[in-house]
């Protein structure tokens, strides 16, 4: 005899199967447009962390640039024939989002290897934002079993 749970869980998982891949890309998506416009309005908390990585540029013209440059990657993302150059664009970024763990490691933890700032946390959570964009770019060339594009 079935269970309500054995009779509710092919439900719910194919609801997920359907719809997760494209509430991923969009959430990504929006994760990217939010982060990078307040770079490129002068608003974000990441704006001293990234000045002080990238010290060799002005933050004045750094700072602003990767916010419209992340704009960019989540209009990509939202916009499903561009998610291509969106990925391309997210993966010429993300190398970068690391760089302060080796230039400035007394900023991203508090016990190295393992005890993370506030500061060190946003940066790995872009673990996580790979992932998603491998996720995403593994169905661009993919359509959803009623010939619309996922």
Same mark, same amino acid.
């Given at each position: 005899?079935?269970?309500?749970?054995?009779?509710?869980?092919?439900?719910?998982?194919?609801?997920?199967?359907?719809?997760?891949?494209?509430?991923?890309?969009?959430?990504?998506?929006?994760?990217?447009?939010?982060?990078?416009?307040?770079?490129?309005?002068?608003?974000?908390?990441?704006?001293?962390?990234?000045?002080?990585?990238?010290?060799?540029?002005?933050?004045?013209?750094?700072?602003?640039?990767?916010?419209?440059?992340?704009?960019?990657?989540?209009?990509?993302?939202?916009?499903?024939?561009?998610?291509r150059?969106?990925?391309?664009?997210?993966?010429l970024?993300?190398? %970068?989002?690391?760089l302060?763990?080796?230039?400035?490691?007394?900023?991203?933890?508090?016990?190295?290897?393992?005890?993370?700032?506030?500061?060190?946390?946003?940066?790995?959570?872009?673990?996580?934002?790979?992932?998603?964009?491998?996720?995403?770019?593994?169905?661009?060339?993919?359509? %959803?079993?009623?010939?619309?594009?996922?």
């Amino acid at each position: 005899m079935k269970t309500w749970f054995d009779r509710i869980d092919p439900f719910v998982a194919g609801w997920m199967e359907r719809n997760g891949i494209r509430l991923l890309r969009v959430s990504v998506g929006i994760v990217f447009i939010w982060f990078g416009a307040l770079k490129a309005l002068g608003i974000s908390p990441a704006q001293e962390l990234v000045a002080r990585t990238v010290y060799w540029l002005s933050p004045e013209f750094f700072v602003p640039v990767l916010g419209w440059w992340e704009v960019l990657i989540g209009v990509g993302l939202l916009i499903r024939p561009l998610n291509r150059l969106a990925i391309a664009l997210l993966f010429l970024q993300m190398p %970068g989002t690391f760089l302060p763990l080796v230039l400035l490691p007394e900023v991203c933890f508090t016990r190295f290897p393992f005890g993370l700032t506030l500061e060190g946390q946003y940066i790995v959570k872009n673990l996580v934002l790979i992932s998603a964009a491998l996720v995403v770019g593994g169905t661009v060339r993919a359509r %959803g079993g009623d010939g619309r594009r996922l």
